[in-house]
């Protein structure tokens, strides 16, 4: 890897940048979302979520700490836990991709403020960190296990090479170089044999090596991937598993432990493996993520099913009343998936991110983007309360969404996912560009020979399944559009001019040369449907859920007249019903075993209250529209076989 000058990134700005693989990302400057829900969405995070972030930050004192470790004083007035510097970072980090995608001058100016604060805390040697060696807090590096120092420089890293990216190397990067170059000083080769508790600075390391060209940023990376497993950190009341310390990268067989820290290494490993062109790692990665994704996932694609130790849980132990699957567990999860779709070209990983994306990140955030959800249980059994619009909480879980936590990394995790989320959108190969989500939309890119395609899409996906593609631009010569087709696409069709043809799951291509205003329309089944658990997921055995395209639906009790949820049983020898956003399903409330008792010899042979029509809307709409308790795994008639 030869050194270069850092630059902007003449795309516009893309999160992650292989040097190789299936698919090449597009950039800010590529690919634009121009209408539909996450245009609104990303409007809310850049006017109002980054907004709400910072003022948390500011009144809390995070941000403060910088100042404080400038002048030396420490630990006597520092706030927050051990890794609130982190979360200034991914804020920093989300900014740089706001402005990247807005051109926003203000946010522009709040970036450049920020990065003179944490220039005046740096010490000499470069090291960052506002909870250690300061008078009267520990060493440096003297609690690898949970102090989290490599894992806020990780994002500290990350956020520079945002900057860097969409407006070009300033003070930011310098500092990250900085900070990365004492942490190789520091645990390289000939250094401490250390790694972090909490990886994450693994993807930051080998991101800051695409873009400066520097071998010694991959090399170390490499380095604390290799010394993971070997049960070298402290031992803790979850175990060894909890870091992702058990067992060799290479040699596990599915993610475990914390699921925030395994995905984030996770990605770490896929950035290694391409760039280091390990066939083996990448293997490795894939059947553990695959295994994870069949066995330790959640319908919405949510991950992770203990609370205690906010991990997963072993095979098929899916709870949706203890589901935990964290917000930043499923922005994790998409950045594992949208490498490992760069660097296969598989579409399983985009239809992961795209059950990801409508309901665990739409779900987590408010409408008015200034609270959200921590953890996403999938059966609220309790009606949620009222929070106070200037109190932190404690309790990481069940609803409803609260303003500020006492651990925010969520916050920080939606802002940046938003910021850069055209940047998921679609990718380019030699042979011309993949579609990967649907949403109105602009791509335009070049083409490794030069030419230049551009093209528009219109849809108002998911709550229709017809997506139309126009072309924009064309320096003739033919081309391939090729668009994902979701596993639950059976019937899909492309409709090209005159010509119909049946669109199996996977992809379909359309190739031809290409004149500007042609147009062809992908049309997707999103009637409501069924599905089924696996019987080996005991939690949830004789329920049933309803899909709608890619959109998970639950019952919310504000829209029942038999108020009490746990008594709901619906009839599925019948279809769903689709109704304007959501479904209808036949459902009765079935009558307690006892109120004395909460057991039964027999099944009661009458009493059920028939509820007709039971309304179904999506999930990620739940707890918008006062107090209500909600599920979505609906128990079956069990007189229906």
């Not at 407006?167 to 990250?176: E, F, K, Q, S």
């Not at 190969?429 to 579609?435: A, F, H, K, P, T």
Request: glycine share 10%; proline share 6%; charged share 25%.
């Amino acid at each position: 890897m030869s050194v270069t000058s850092a630059a902007a990134d003449p795309t516009g700005g893309r999160p992650v940048i292989p040097s190789r693989g299936s698919l090449r990302p597009l950039g800010l400057g590529e690919a634009r979302i121009t209408g539909g829900s996450w245009a609104l969405r990303q409007q809310v995070n850049g006017g109002a979520t980054l907004d709400h972030g910072r003022s948390w930050m500011d009144k809390l004192g995070w941000t403060g700490n910088f100042t404080t470790a400038k002048d030396g004083r420490g630990s006597q007035e520092r706030r927050g836990r051990e890794f609130s510097d982190s979360e200034v970072y991914k804020l920093m980090e989300a900014m740089s991709w706001e402005v990247g995608r807005d051109a926003d001058r203000s946010r522009d100016h709040e970036v450049v403020e920020l990065t003179a604060m944490l220039a005046a805390a740096q010490a000499p040697d470069g090291y960052l960190n506002t909870a250690f060696g300061q008078p009267g807090q520990r060493p440096r590096y003297s609690d690898l296990g949970s102090g989290h120092e490599l894992y806020c420089t990780g994002h500290l890293v990350q956020a520079a090479v945002a900057r860097t990216r969409t407006t070009g190397p300033d003070d930011l990067l310098a500092i990250a170089r900085r900070a990365a170059d004492q942490v190789c000083d520091t645990f390289g080769p000939d250094g401490v044999w250390g790694l972090c508790g909490h990886p994450q600075i693994e993807p930051a390391l080998v991101e800051l090596a695409r873009l400066t060209g520097e071998q010694r940023y991959l090399d170390q990376a490499a380095l604390f991937l290799q010394r993971r497993g070997h049960r070298s950190l402290p031992m803790q009341q979850f175990g060894w598993s909890y870091s992702s310390d058990d067992i060799p990268v290479r040699e596990a067989e599915v993610l475990r432990g914390h699921a925030v820290r395994s995905l984030y290494l996770t990605s770490g490993a896929v950035d290694v493996a391409v760039e280091t062109g390990d066939g083996e790692l990448l293997d490795a990665v894939i059947r553990q993520f695959d295994r994870t994704v069949a066995r330790r996932t959640y319908l919405t694609g949510g991950m992770g099913s203990r609370h205690a130790d906010e991990a997963f849980g072993d095979d098929f132990v899916l709870p949706a009343d203890r589901a935990y699957s964290e917000t930043c567990a499923g922005v994790a999860a998409v950045m594992v998936a949208w490498r490992l779709l760069l660097a296969t070209g598989e579409p399983r990983y985009g239809d992961l991110i795209e059950r990801i994306l409508y309901n665990v990140l739409a779900t987590a955030i408010s409408d008015d983007g200034t609270s959200f959800f921590y953890a996403h249980t999938l059966h609220q059994r309790t009606p949620t309360r009222d929070l106070p619009p200037d109190q932190e909480q404690l309790d990481f879980a069940g609803g409803p969404r609260a303003p500020w936590f006492e651990v925010s990394c969520c916050l920080g995790n939606l802002g940046r996912t938003l910021a850069a989320l055209a940047t998921y959108l679609a990718s380019a190969d030699e042979r011309g560009v993949q579609l990967h989500q649907y949403a109105d939309a602009e791509v335009r890119t070049r083409l490794v020979d030069g030419r230049r395609l551009g093209i528009r899409m219109e849809t108002r996906y998911p709550d229709d399944g017809t997506v139309t593609v126009r072309v924009t631009e064309s320096d003739g010569g033919p081309f391939t559009i090729t668009m994902r087709v979701p596993h639950w696409g059976e019937g899909a069709v492309l409709v090209d001019g005159d010509q119909r043809r049946p669109a199996a799951p996977g992809t379909v291509e359309l190739t031809r040369v290409f004149e500007v205003g042609d147009e062809f329309r992908l049309e997707l089944p999103t009637r409501p449907r069924w599905t089924f658990p696996d019987p080996r997921i005991d939690a949830v055995r004789g329920c049933v859920a309803v899909e709608r395209g890619p959109v998970v639906l639950c019952a919310e009790s504000v829209d029942q007249d038999q108020g009490d949820l746990d008594l709901l049983r619906v009839d599925t020898s019948t279809e769903p019903q689709e109704v304007a956003d959501g479904a209808v399903v036949a459902g009765y409330a079935e009558p307690p075993a006892s109120d004395t008792w909460p057991y039964a010899s027999v099944r009661p042979a009458s009493g059920e209250a028939d509820l007709g029509s039971v309304r179904l809307v999506p999930y990620h709409r739940w707890a918008r529209r006062g107090s209500s308790t909600m599920r979505v795994w609906l128990p079956r008639d069990n007189t229906i076989t």
